[in-house]
Antibody
């Protein structure tokens, strides 16, 4: 069964850091780009970051550039999102999503259940 | 504000047809980038409904269909059912932003 399982969310103070993990199973992980998508309370879906299968190319929405880093470990079928200098506006449910192909606009066909990040003092 | 514009809400009676629009521009849909559609029920993982403008993944009922023309795309739901009550999002790529972009979402209510 194709599956994504996120972990690492929690409560953190403004300026703090968290690392989210997404463990994948049921498909050839290194063949596919992976994404992080978030949904703030009462808001819509917002794409945050993507990484191609090889891990060489990474992409970020402007609001997280310089603060978030996406990476992947293809030997452990896991994608990560290191989040530094967290702000209140980063509070959201973070979803890990598999791209249908190797690019970043093929459609996201597998999603995790999400992990909640709350930035508050 | 998203670069892809969707109506915030739509409604229909069971059995009716609902069409959700997704309006973009020359830097995204108009350039030829594919449009994808997702269904999202609160507290659950979003689900891919349509990929590549008009393709359904296996398991998605044929009541759902997608189309694209010019700088806009649409998702049609025919034979509306109570279980279709959810939020729907379009998604594409914007070359000016160099970002994957989502529409603001449309909440569909089944009357």
């Amino acid at each position: 069964e194709v599956q994504l399982l996120e972990s690492g969310g929690g409560l953190v103070q403004p300026g703090g850091s968290l690392r989210l993990s997404c463990a994948a199973s049921g498909f050839t992980f290194s063949n596919y780009a992976m994404n992080w998508v978030r949904q703030a309370p009462g808001k819509g879906l917002e794409w945050v970051s993507a990484i191609r299968g090889s891990g060489v190319s990474t992409y970020y929405v402007d609001s997280v550039k310089g603060r978030f880093t996406i990476s992947r470990d293809n030997s452990h079928n896991t994608v990560y999102l290191q989040m530094n200098s967290l702000r209140a506006e980063d509070t959201a449910v973070y979803y890990c999503a598999k791209d249908r192909g190797g690019g970043v606009n093929d459609g996201m066909d597998v999603w995790g259940q999400g992990t909640t990040v709350t930035v508050s003092s | 504000q998203s670069v892809l514009t969707q109506p915030p809400s739509m409604s229909g009676a069971p059995g009716q047809r609902v069409t959700i629009s997704c309006t973009g521009s020359s830097s995204n849909i108009g350039t030829g980038y594919d449009v994808h559609w997702y269904q999202h029920l609160p507290g659950t993982a979003p689900k891919l409904l349509i990929y590549g403008n008009n393709n359904r993944p296996s398991g998605v009922p044929d009541r759902f269909s997608g189309s694209k023309s010019g700088t806009s795309a649409s998702l049609a739901i025919t034979g509306l059912q109570a279980e279709d009550e959810a939020d729907y999002y379009c998604q594409s790529y914007d070359s000016s932003l160099s970002d994957v972009v989502f529409g603001g979402g449309t909440k569909v209510t089944v009357l």
